[in-house]
């Protein structure tokens, strides 16, 4: 079975700085792109970033400067740094990534169980 276990979140004041971090296990032969998606309460869930297996990044623009998304592939890992945080950052915070996985080599999307960030004025 495969997971992805988030660790990270909590409350900060605005200004504050927050590292996410999501480990993803199980019976993985590779991971291709891994990423950080958000939801706010009353709004559909939005790419946050996403990094490629070669480490290209991308990013929304209202957090691009202020967020750094990183991998440690020996550890199957994905990390997500917040600064400056801003209480629009407010959301809970999911994790995904693409994976072959299983004798098959079936590849398929892996979701995170989110992990809430709370920031206030």
């Known amino acids: 079975q495969v997971r992805a276990v988030e660790s990270g979140g909590g409350s900060v004041q605005a200004g504050g700085s927050l590292r996410l971090s999501c480990a993803a296990s199980?019976?993985?032969?590779?991971?291709?792109?891994m990423g950080w998606y958000r939801q706010a309460p009353g709004k559909q869930r939005e790419l946050v970033a996403v990094?490629?297996?070669?480490?290209?990044?991308n990013y929304l623009d209202s957090v691009k400067g202020r967020f750094t998304i990183s991998r440690d592939n020996a550890k199957s890992t994905v990390y997500l740094q917040m600064n400056s945080l801003k209480p629009e950052d407010t959301a809970v915070y999911y994790c995904?990534?693409?994976?072959?996985?299983?004798?098959?080599?079936?590849?398929?999307?892996?979701w995170g169980q989110g992990t809430q960030v709370t920031v206030s004025s």
């Open positions: 990094i490629t297996s070669g480490g290209n990044t």
């Open positions: 995904k990534f693409t994976a072959t996985t299983g004798a098959l080599r079936r590849r398929g999307d892996y």
């Open positions: 199980g019976s993985i032969f590779s991971i291709d792109n």
